[in-house]
């Protein structure tokens, strides 16, 4: 039903565009749209001066279940590329079409990444059978875990995808493109290297985080994660959060996560029945605005997450 309210005001954006063109030159600029903070990020890295990035989404809103302004929308309809993640923000897959009919070069990272399936909830579901068809109600998520970026070697992948999407954009400068892509993916193999190397051997190889966006991360570097809340910020019952208690007590978990863009509300009160301390885990969905001022990107956050992690886990 949302579709036929998006789809008529693209197309009258589209038309509009004239006035839009105009600026767009005058910056000499690569316009590309990028659906929220990590892929914008990365756009930006790999563009330097020959790309203007607009980011769809403010810093500090949650992603899950945003729906664009009519505004938001207007400021990429001159866009010569748009990237998106899929999953988290299916407004992306509505726009695709018209973009594409208007020669906008589109990179949906999910094409470009191995995804994990939504999987979560199953023997929790199991579990509590009798009661099973309120739980797959409550579960009713998209197909797959969207927090591909979380993971530093499928972050590469989707730099590799937007460096080729700018190089076919903009083939005069594609060998700039091309040199600072390099120079991202190294950081991004330094900082794959610094998670191996620092979790390596922890004493504790379970966390419990706020909502279920560390699964890409915790496969890659071999721990497992107790989420608080379920992939698109979905509650979990108050029987859950209980078994997560009794859990936490059982494993000795001394560190309940929490994130910076929702309520630590839940993540306190568990922490305090468990008797362990709350910390931050950031999702990097997006920056606050303190954040971006502080000049924290996505390897500073990913950074600080690993000495949260650590310090969590037990490692040496
Ligand atoms: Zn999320």
Same mark, same amino acid.
């Given at each position: 039903m949302k579709r036929s309210l998006l789809v008529p005001s693209l197309l009258a954006l589209v038309a509009l565009a004239g006035c839009g063109q105009e600026q767009a030159s005058k910056s000499g600029k690569l316009q590309v749209a990028a659906s929220f903070y990590p892929l914008a990020h990365f756009a930006e890295q790999i563009g330097g001066e020959h790309v203007q990035v607009t980011q769809v989404?403010?810093? /500090? @809103?949650?992603?899950?279940?945003y729906e664009p302004s009519p505004g938001d929308l207007r400021a990429i309809s001159d866009a010569k590329a748009f990237l998106f993640n899929g999953g988290i923000d299916p407004w992306g897959d509505r726009l695709r079409a018209d973009m594409e009919k208007n020669g906008v070069i589109v990179v949906e990272m999910a094409e470009h990444v191995d995804v994990l399936q939504n999987t979560a909830h199953e023997h929790e579901e199991e579990e509590h059978g009798e009661d099973g068809a309120e739980h797959e109600e409550e579960h009713d998520? /998209?197909? %797959?875990?969207?927090? %591909?970026?979380?993971d530093p070697l499928s972050a590469k992948k989707e730099v590799i995808a937007i460096r080729d999407a700018l190089m076919t954009a903009d083939a005069a400068h594609a060998e700039e493109y091309r040199r600072n892509a390099d120079i991202y993916l190294e950081k991004l193999n330094a900082l794959d290297r610094q998670y191996r190397e620092g979790l390596?051997?922890?004493?504790?190889k379970e966390i419990i985080v706020s909502?279920?966006?560390f699964r890409y991360l915790a496969n890659r570097y071999g721990f497992s994660t107790l989420p608080?809340?379920? @992939?698109?910020?979905e509650e979990q019952s108050a029987r859950a959060i209980a078994e997560l208690i009794s859990v936490a007590k059982e494993k000795h978990i001394r560190t309940v996560f929490f994130e910076?863009?929702?309520?630590p509300k839940l993540s306190e009160t568990i922490a305090e029945e468990a008797g362990a301390q709350t910390q931050v885990l950031h999702t990097i969905h997006g920056l606050t605005t303190e954040e971006g001022r502080s000049g924290e990107t996505y390897l500073s956050l990913m950074e600080r997450n690993l000495v949260h992690l650590r310090s969590a886990m037990q490692c040496q």
């Open positions: 989404l403010p810093g /500090g @809103v949650e992603p899950h279940d998520h /998209g197909p %797959f875990d969207p927090h %591909f970026w979380m390596a051997s922890c004493a504790i909502h279920d966006a608080i809340n379920g @992939v698109d910020q910076t863009t929702a309520s």
